[in-house]
């Protein structure tokens, strides 16, 4: 969220944050740092009985955009369901799509990193890495920005409908969002962010250099800096 002036507001309780949310300090924040996923995933409380059991943590690669192999690389740890992950994705992510991805120099990759700031959190996350699986990289994309756009729409309905329109079975997407199949590999990711020092979204690094910024445009900015200097060395 901003204020008129561009500066980023708080939405939840924030204090000092870790390294990789560096100066910014507003976004969405974990309320306990370092918590890998022992929340349930499940919205409506136990997931129903399945066959399917759970996938390796290392079944799916992070998603990406732009380069598939690059010496610099953008990583960014997000909860779908934090406002301040949606701006980042309209007000910054989508200025590098147009000046740095779409001459596939930089690779930008998604992590996931869900606090969870809703009961929606876990379930998107973990439907997002299902389509990823069912339909590819491009699709995982097509969902995530369906998922930031219906941010105050969340439900199984509306993954369903979300999954269809990035050409996944809906039916199988969510069947495994809701047996949590994906889970380890989200888990996984949450784990790395933690290791990293994220406890708040978006948190991102450019190679291993926390990224921030006071407002969006500075944000931006210390990003393609970042860039910059790395593609410079």
């Keep these: 969220m901003e204020n008129s002036n561009g500066t980023l ?13 560096g100066l910014w300090g507003s976004g969405c924040l974990d309320s306990v740092p370092g918590n890998s996923g022992d ?14 059991g759970r996938a390796d943590p290392d079944a799916l690669s992070a998603p990406y955009l732009g380069a598939e192999e690059s010496d610099v690389v953008v990583r960014a740890w997000e909860d779908f369901s934090c406002p301040h992950c949606r701006t980042y994705n309209e007000r910054v992510v989508s200025q590098l799509r147009e000046n740095y991805l779409a001459d596939e120099v930089v690779r930008y990759e998604h992590h996931d990193y869900p606090l969870p700031v809703t009961e929606w959190s876990w379930p998107t996350a973990i439907a997002a890495r299902g389509v990823q699986s069912r339909a590819g990289n491009d699709a995982f994309w097509t969902f995530t920005a369906g998922a930031y756009e219906n941010q105050d729409d969340p439900g199984w309905s509306t993954i369903r409908s979300l999954a269809e329109d990035a050409g996944a079975s809906p039916d199988t997407v969510v069947e495994e969002a809701r047996a949590e199949y994906w889970r380890p590999v989200v888990e996984a990711d949450k784990s790395d962010g933690s290791d990293r020092g994220v406890s708040s979204t978006p948190t991102v690094f450019v190679n291993d250099h926390p990224v921030s910024g006071n407002t969006w445009p500075e944000f931006y900015e210390n990003v393609v800096d970042a860039i910059e200097d790395r593609r410079d060395g």
């Design 39 to 52: 929340e349930t995933a499940s919205p409506t409380g136990t997931a129903p009985e399945t066959t399917l």
């Design 9 to 21: 507001t708080r939405r939840r309780v924030l204090g000092t944050v870790a390294a990789g949310a």
